[in-house]
């Protein structure tokens, strides 16, 4: 991975962006998103014995061993929200340790574009060399960039509405509606909000904004 100029920092939260290169479409199917899920589940953690490809192909009793035990492992970097998109993905990540997120990012960037490489039967690089990290720095950004990631199916035109989104399974927004997922933690973000239905009001009240001016998309990434 190319030398960054500004480093991450531990225990900084960060809206870490990639997208694929020449923007093409990385994830086809509904498998292909589970891939990517899977793999961001498992990355997340640290001294992990094997490879996600590895560890997947284990037989299954062998396979739900190996996930307790990873799962009661230390973790390098904290998921606050995610998204993923046809052509690229959005986090808000928080390292739990030295370089956590660049290794997370790393190894889930291999491992996915090497399922998706062999699946395709292509070569070549699949995301772009180096993600991008915006360092959050107040408590405005940082949930007005939750905001922003949640609503990306719907400034892309993905989906209409927010009931849509609200359905949307390939991002943390049904886990902050009340859908258990044990590997995000929503707590730090509804915790600025009087409850779920606040929370709610705040997603779709900027619905058209985001739509319509391309500035968010810089301020959230630049």
Partial sequence: MPYRKIPIIQGEIY???????????IFLSKRDF???IECIKFYQHADLPFRFSHF?????????????LIKNSPEIIEILTYCL???HVHFLLKGLTESGII???????????KYFNTKN????????????????????QLIHVNRYIHLNPITAYLIKTTDELEQYPWSSY???LGESITFINKELIL???KNITAYKQFISDQVDYQRKLDSIKHLALE
Avoid: C, W
């Fill in 15 to 25: 809206h870490v962006f990639n997208r694929s290169v020449a923007k093409q479409p």
């Fill in 34 to 36: 589970n891939r990517a």
């Fill in 56 to 68: 997947n192909r284990l037989p299954k009793e062998q396979k739900d061993q190996t996930s307790e």
């Fill in 85 to 87: 998109m046809p052509n």
């Fill in 103 to 113: 290794k997370f990012m790393s190894n889930f960037q291999n491992s996915y574009a």
């Fill in 121 to 140: 039967e292509r070569t070549g690089t699949l995301f772009q060399p180096m993600f991008k990290a915006v360092r959050i720095e107040s408590d405005e």
């Fill in 174 to 176: 049904p886990n902050y």
């Fill in 191 to 193: 915790n600025y909000f």
